[in-house]
């Protein structure tokens, strides 16, 4: 069963996947009103928060961009930062976003932080356990207790991704009304913003719902439930 579910899942994060990498070719080949690059949207966006203690940096790789609170950067992947484009001012807004998050003392933000050294042990655990599990390290009555260290491990995990949904929706949030309002993206190149943005969300809410779904196959399992 558990098989299934990861199989399941893996095939709907591959398709949304798949959808985000094709919105985001199209719309990196639709100027901008705007004509501002990615970089140069993001520190515009900064100054009209009042944020002056945030680095921009340019690091390789597709797709990824993100913000570091630990060290106050927004790191662009070079087609966002150099792109005059839909797709690089919605990608680079929304990681400023989170910027704004931080300056501004979001909540959620604050716990997700607070939590990523636990969600790292809990993954280190989970990975222990699956190994010494298929070593038959379990054959000694030990199967219920590794169970509880996996449920309490994936409760942490499942937790982690339930706190990182309202952190993506804000950000997103954030950039669109400050893209349509600093009129960076106006009328049908805003809608596409949008659109590009909620592909993006797609993704954790999928990886939300695998996490919910592992989580209750091991309770299930716990209790005697699983076949």
Known sequence: M????????????????????SRFREYAEIPTTSGLSGAEIAAKMLRDNDIYDVEIVSVPGELTDHYNPKNKTINLSREVYQGRNVAAAAVAAHETGHAVQHARSYS??????????????????????FIVGLVGGFAFGF??????????????????????LPVEFDASN??????????????VEHDKAANALKWAASTYVVATLAAIAQLLYFVLAFGGGDD
């Open 2 to 21: 558990l098989f299934i579910i990861i199989i399941v899942f893996a095939g709907l994060s591959w398709f949304v996947g798949n959808r985000l990498r």
């Open 143 to 164: 199967f219920q207790q590794a169970i509880l260290l996996v449920i309490a491990a994936q409760t942490v995990i499942t937790m982690f991704s339930l706190i990182t």
């Open 108 to 129: 959620f933000l604050q716990f997700r932080s607070a939590m990523v050294p636990l969600v790292n042990l809990s993954s280190r655990l989970m990975s222990i356990i």
């Open 174 to 187: 954030r950039a669109l009304v400050w893209l349509e309002g600093a009129r960076i993206t106006t009328g």
